[in-house]
């Protein structure tokens, strides 16, 4: 990378996420149950003595300019850009930036590439300005996608991102932001699986469902859809009775998850992931015919649960398999799904 800078290079890495369970209620005042994966960004960053942010990606394309004031333009870049800007607001970096990303993470998988992106960056701009904890960094990331991004996401994908480690789940309170770190038993494997199907936030079908869902929350009088009680909800019309029936239903089993997990009782936390997955399949109406199918076969050939993870439209499965069978269920899985890609 061309820099007109001496001075060092900022790096910073930050791993994706899987959600376990806990699906589309993070912004409805659920608990959640993201796990950190391998597959990570890796940000470098450097003052260029320019009012230019010099922009690269290793897996994309060539270096690109970009003013350090620019708005979103419905680029990669943009998620990059808007944390600059907001480090720049915070002082933790003065003037445009020479500034590459090169990431191992599925783009359009529902892995949270964006959220590890921004929180990569803000990581890098943040070195040299004191302890900003992760937390910290999650709640700026979550108001970058907010506001200069425009996607109305909650504040699951950054924390997550920011403060978990593979082979670790977090489970989040996302009302107040406590979390607790449960360490998956040894005979648990969780297995991420591309569908092969891409999705992406910014076409307009995640703001639709969040704001089915607000508007739900506000016409059974609750702050958050989650409390909802089920025979209240029975009065609305569809399809913002199902999407209540969904965040009510979804938040219980996400707390019987985490209780499975303390527990150990993987067959139990296989079934509520599968109950789930038809919980998003036909109340929110977010999974597609494909995925839907790997789904239900990944069970018939053994995992413990299955179901479609982040946002949906597309991306990843996450499975729940007996670590000893994994090999030879994922080469029966792939047999039937050729076009399929294992994460992790």
Not at 10 to 34: K, S, Y
Not at 136 to 153: H, M, Q, W, Y
Not at 251 to 275: C, T
Not at 292 to 303: C, F, T, W
Request: net charge negative; proline share 3%; with cysteine.
């Amino acid at each position: 990378m061309t820099r007109s800078s001496r001075l060092p290079a900022q790096v910073a890495t930050v791993p994706c996420r899987v959600n376990l369970i806990g699906e589309w209620i993070d912004f409805n005042g659920g608990t959640v149950l993201p796990m950190a994966l391998a597959p990570s960004v890796t940000v470098q960053l450097a003052a260029n003595g320019m009012t230019l942010d010099r922009i690269r990606s290793t897996n994309f394309e060539a270096i690109q300019d970009f003013s350090v004031d620019a708005p979103a333009e419905g680029h990669w870049s943009d998620y990059v850009r808007g944390a600059l800007q907001y480090a720049r607001d915070q002082n933790w970096i003065q003037g445009g930036q020479d500034l590459s990303v090169h990431s191992t993470i599925p783009v359009g998988a529902g892995l949270s590439s964006s959220a590890a992106i921004i929180v990569a960056t803000l990581k890098a701009a943040s070195i040299g300005n004191g302890n900003v904890d992760g937390a910290s960094l999650a709640s700026a990331a979550k108001k970058i996608e907010n506001d200069f991004i425009g996607v109305p996401c909650g504040i699951m994908d950054q924390m997550a991102v920011a403060l978990g480690e593979p082979g670790v789940a977090l489970a989040l309170h996302t009302r107040d932001c406590s979390y607790a770190l449960l360490s998956l038993p040894e005979t648990w494997a969780i297995v991420v699986i591309h569908s092969g199907v891409n999705r992406a936030l910014s076409d307009g079908r995640y703001r639709i469902r969040r704001d089915q869902c607000l508007a739900a929350a506000a016409a059974l009088g609750v702050e958050y859809l989650c409390d909802a009680d089920l025979v209240s909800i029975t009065t609305l019309d569809d399809p913002l009775r199902r999407r209540a029936r969904h965040a009510a239903t979804e938040a219980k089993r996400s707390l019987d998850a985490i209780a499975a997990l303390r527990a150990g009782d993987r067959s139990r936390f296989g079934q509520l992931m599968i109950e789930s997955h038809d919980s998003l399949r036909d109340d929110m109406d977010v999974s597609v015919q494909e995925v839907d199918q790997l789904v239900q076969d990944a069970v018939r050939l053994g995992a413990d649960g299955a179901r479609i993870t982040g946002a949906g439209f597309g991306g990843c499965i996450v499975a729940l398999v007996d670590p000893d069978h994994v090999e030879t269920w994922w080469s029966a899985l792939k047999l039937r799904h050729p076009s399929i890609a294992r994460v992790a």
